[in-house]
């Protein structure tokens, strides 16, 4: 049988009313506990250093120059990450906002990235620090005959890591082209010559994640990029389409199949071509319609993307969904 019991009438009687006029004073808010800046004896598990402790996907609106002298303003996804000495209890998280944010109404630049990533890791005394914006970049393209126009929408990500002392800039780019596979290309004219079949080869929607380290003092701009990319795989998918542009694709994938392993090396060859790009790495995905599978491949130059171990979803994660 349960037992009633009086409550007790020592416990003092809390308001439920929320005071939207309470003012916090100096002394207030030094009461206030802080748990993250506790001493080391609050460490939970190993004392050990953490690599990265920060903050993912906190968004705002950011205005970009672009290579013809305009200027965007585009929604930002924003990460922030700073390394932690083992002998540390956390950080303060809203010191990476807050100092993002004191140079958020700047035109953006990589100087102001840099520049926001000096002020959150000096008030977070971390040796190692990260920032990294994502972003969709609009660029403005044509039909292949037709005389139309659309606008074509690039995934980007600029980043800026600090590392031992070292930092480097990095550009993230995706960009997503039609793959026509050379074997089928072939053995469907095979089958036009030899038995008068009509036969078509298989394409598909590819997609490619090039990462490329900024170097010298010549900007790389995000157009830069696509005209990058265009050149070594022309086959870019398309915006606004009339059948005389439907037929002039065609065309242009007949001109330029391509396996996963040709597409890296063309990508890889025009990066390698252009000074302003440092170390660099090459992700590509033929997202098959012949096969149940993809076909994937992974071209890395230099030391900053080389990786022993494969992220589980590095390859699952080039996929082109809006």
Not at 142 to 147: A, D, K, P, V, Y
Request: charged share 25%.
């Amino acid at each position: 049988m349960t037992e009633n019991r009086p409550l007790n009438t020592a416990y003092p009687a809390l308001s439920r009313e929320y005071k939207a006029d309470f003012t916090v004073s100096p002394d207030y808010k030094a009461s206030l506990p802080d748990l993250q800046n506790g001493p080391a004896s609050l460490i939970v598990g190993a004392h050990v250093m953490i690599q990265h402790v920060g903050i993912h996907n906190f968004r705002l609106p950011i205005r970009y120059r672009t290579r013809e002298g305009g200027e965007i303003a585009l929604e930002t996804s924003v990460t922030g990450t700073v390394s932690l000495d083992a002998d540390r209890k956390g950080i303060n998280m809203s010191r990476i906002m807050r100092s993002f944010y004191a140079h958020a109404d700047a035109q953006f630049s990589l100087e102001v990235l840099q520049a926001a990533l000096d002020d959150y890791k000096g008030d977070l005394d971390s040796m190692d620090a990260r920032i990294q914006m994502r972003f969709s970049y609009p660029v403005r393209v044509g039909s292949l005959r037709s005389g139309l126009e659309g606008w074509q929408y690039y995934d980007v990500a600029l980043e800026v890591i600090e590392q031992a002392g070292k930092r480097r800039r990095i550009m993230h780019f995706d960009y997503v082209y039609s793959s026509t596979c050379p074997c089928s290309l072939e053995l469907s004219e095979h089958a036009r010559q030899t038995r008068a079949q009509l036969a078509t080869p298989h394409s598909q929607r590819s997609v490619a994640r090039i990462s490329v380290e900024m170097v010298g003092p010549d900007r790389l701009w995000v157009e830069d990029v696509v005209d990058l990319c265009r050149r070594a795989v022309p086959t870019e998918t398309q915006v606004m389409v009339k059948r005389e542009d439907e037929q002039a694709f065609a065309e242009l994938n007949a001109a330029n199949p391509i396996f996963v392993e040709d597409a890296v090396r063309a990508f890889a060859q025009e990066l390698l071509a252009d000074q302003r790009v440092g170390d660099f790495r090459v992700m590509a995905s033929h997202q098959e319609s012949l096969h149940s599978h993809d076909a994937v491949s992974m071209l890395v130059n230099g030391d900053l993307f080389a990786q022993g171990s494969l992220d589980p979803n590095a390859f699952a994660s080039l996929a082109h969904a809006r």
